[in-house]
DNA sequence: GTGAATTAGTTGGGTACAAAACCAATTTCG
DNA sequence: CGAAATTGGTTTTGTACCCAACTAATTCAC
């Protein structure tokens, strides 16, 4: 399985019925440089490599962020758990109850607010958080290495400014 | 529904059982300047502005690309399709059916091999691409005045790096 | 030329996500 | 106080996605 090339254009001059093999160059038109677009390709291309990395103990990519933001704020809340991680609190009502029936982490009802939960690690999870810890140093590093360590700050603030002014006013 | 900024210090300054509301300080620990995990959160932002956008004219932001890339290799087979989006061929299945049932796109068995479809834009998806695009470039332009046009062929290129290297070999 | 491998697309199973409707606890306000 | 609004969390519904297994058409090998 080759990974094609991804950007090039072709001319398509003429339009007879041409044919597409899967790794023939392929007109992106302007896809080719908007930015949506290989955000998407991206993200996509390293979620995917990381959940390969994560596979070894047995935790989907999503769950680590989760347990991260736990681990450093013990005691937070469902919802600012989801708003930290740029989910909705619904997404995470599920995660939360497998995190729990698999022991790494506890919810406790606030005595002082009885509606919402305190989540903290077990012992089990703050284990499980430095072995994913491990893999997802390893991950990044390796997407350091791509990025290159000139850049690699630049890109970061970018992507920052991205997910924190994107959506407001205009 | 107002969009909370991410990122706010309140003050609720009695820190005994602290208390974390949605827009308090988190700590994000190494997260903080994990690329994986500021990319997922761009890349969501990004997304989510976007459907914004498109809602204007239903169809969602995922559609797009694949009109865009029909629109612009009249008779791309399904896979081709598939891999210069970066998606599954089992995922364009569905929509592809949508885009059909919606008179955007035609499908034919080709001649020559009867296997695959030859995908082409009816009228009618030549427009809604049209309209499609104009919706991109305003989200695209979004974009670039975050990134600022001095940075953006270089984060560009960035992306499309990680989107070619990130999985293969190592 | 017939059987094995390959290829295009679909189906089925499962995960991750958001939006909206909802419940219960809490706060606000008349 | 007590009704209305708000807030934390869950449920329900619907979409997007991947992977593995499958079918049908085609090519390869001998």
Known sequence: ????????????????????????NVDFGPLANWVGFHLR???TASFQAFAQEARAVDLSPGRFATLMLIGRNP???????????GRDKSTLTPI???????????REKMKTDRRSYQLTLT????????????CARRHDDNLDRIIGPKDRAKFLKILQKIAAEIGRDE
Chains 1, 2 share one sequence.
């Open 96 to 106: 939360l109850e497998d995190l729990e029936r698999r022991g790494f982490i506890l």
């Open 75 to 85: 005691g937070i809340s469902q919802t600012a758990l989801a708003s930290a991680n």
């Open 41 to 43: 390709l991206a993200q």
């Open 1 to 24: 399985m080759k990974q094609e090339p991804l950007s090039r254009s072709a001319e398509t001059e003429a339009p007879s019925p041409r044919k597409y093999a899967a790794n023939e």
């Open 123 to 134: 012992e089990s999870g703050k284990k499980m958080l430095d072995q994913l810890t491990v």
